[in-house]
C-alpha cells in the first residue's frame, strides 16, 4: 500500500485488491474510489465551516470525502434523483459517521 502522491489521505492498493468485504471499508474507516474520482474534493478542498452542495450524490463517496475533508464542521446538501440510490447514499454518510 502506498499513499498517493497527489490526493492527501487516499491510499493506492495493487491492481486487483479487493478490499470490499474488509472491516475498514464494512465499518466505513476506508471508503473505496479511483483516483478520478478522489481527485473532485480534493481539487475544491473545502475548509471546516463551509456550505458544499453535492448536486448528484449516490452512492455518496464524495459526499463523505467532503465531510470528511470539512472536519465535521460546516453543512453538505447532498442532493439524489432516484429514491433507491437515496436509501444507499443515506446508508454510506451513516457508515461514514458524518
Ligand atoms: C455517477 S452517480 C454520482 C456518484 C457520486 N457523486 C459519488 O461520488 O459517489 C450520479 C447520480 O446522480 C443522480 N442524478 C442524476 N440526475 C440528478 C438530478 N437532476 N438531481 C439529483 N441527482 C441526480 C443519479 O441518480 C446518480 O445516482
Known sequence: VDKDDMVP??????????????????????FLQG?????????????P???????CAAPGNK???LAALMNGEGSIIACELNKERAKTLQHTVRRSGA
Open 63 to 65: 459526499t463523505v470525502h
Open 9 to 30: 489521505d487516499m491510499l493506492v492498493l495493487p491492481p486487483g485488491t479487493d478490499m470490499h468485504k474488509h472491516p475498514l471499508v464494512t465499518d466505513g474507516k476506508v
Open 49 to 55: 465551516g463551509w456550505k458544499v452542495i453535492d448536486a
Open 35 to 47: 483516483k478520478a474520482s478522489c481527485m473532485v474534493a480534493a481539487a475544491l478542498s473545502p475548509k
